[in-house]
């Protein structure tokens, strides 16, 4: 994510800890169904404000990174109430601080759309990864068609930009995570929620060859 003010970090912090109900509703099944994938230690980047931690299997190893104090300061305060075995690192997932092969699992919901360099994010997870390791995601994309959400984004896109620290509204983040996870299945999704420019989303696993 962006460096951006303390009080776009703080905005964004609560506005996503606010949303949570929401995201539950919206991503609840497909979550379900895809943290069933994950192993025993699993990395999540972006963890941000929890939102993801009832769906891990309890006594994972949970390591989390996030860049963002404020958004850490939510996470911990819930993380006590599930069992698992939780470990937080503060910083950015373009550099991530562990040796090769480390995870069994890798985790990013909402995450590859505000980092800076996704593909330096996507070769990380790679390298982190065990042989046969499983990096599941949720994330936004562009539009693939000429539609309204299309124009929607267009319009938007600096001034979102700018508010949600980084977040890029027309990236094609499924066909970036294909090139370096060739072993990928990825479902492109319309959601008809009032977020209309963030309503096209991909959900999908990948391995690590």
Not at 14 to 19: A, D, G, P
Not at 51 to 59: C, D, R
Not at 60 to 66: G, H, R, S
Not at 145 to 169: M, N, P, R, Y
Request: aromatic share 14%.
């Amino acid at each position: 994510m962006e460096k951006t003010c303390g009080c776009k970090s703080k905005f964004n912090a609560v506005f996503m800890k606010n949303l949570e109900w929401y995201m539950h509703k919206v991503y609840g099944d497909f979550k379900r169904e895809l943290f069933n994938k994950l192993g025993k230690d699993v990395l999540e980047i972006g963890a941000g404000t929890g939102s993801n931690l009832p769906y891990y299997k309890p006594w994972t190893n949970l390591t989390a990174v996030e860049p963002s104090k404020d958004m850490l300061n939510f996470f911990l305060k819930k993380a006590h109430n599930y069992p698992l075995n939780i470990y937080i690192r503060e910083g950015y997932a373009e550099n991530l601080p562990f040796e090769d092969e480390t995870f069994d699992s890798v985790v990013s919901t909402l995450v590859l759309c505000s980092v800076k360099s996704p593909y330096k994010v996507l070769n990380e997870i790679k390298r982190v990864l065990k042989p046969g390791g499983t990096f599941i995601f949720i994330e936004h994309v562009k539009s693939p068609k000429d539609d309204f959400v299309a124009k929607t984004q267009d319009i938007l896109h600096k001034s979102w930009k700018w508010l949600f620290e980084g977040c890029d509204l027309k990236r094609e983040t499924g066909k970036l995570i294909s090139s370096i996870f060739p072993k990928s299945k990825i479902k492109l999704v319309k959601f008809n929620s009032p977020f209309i420019p963030v309503n096209y989303h991909i959900i999908g696993y990948a391995e690590k060859d």
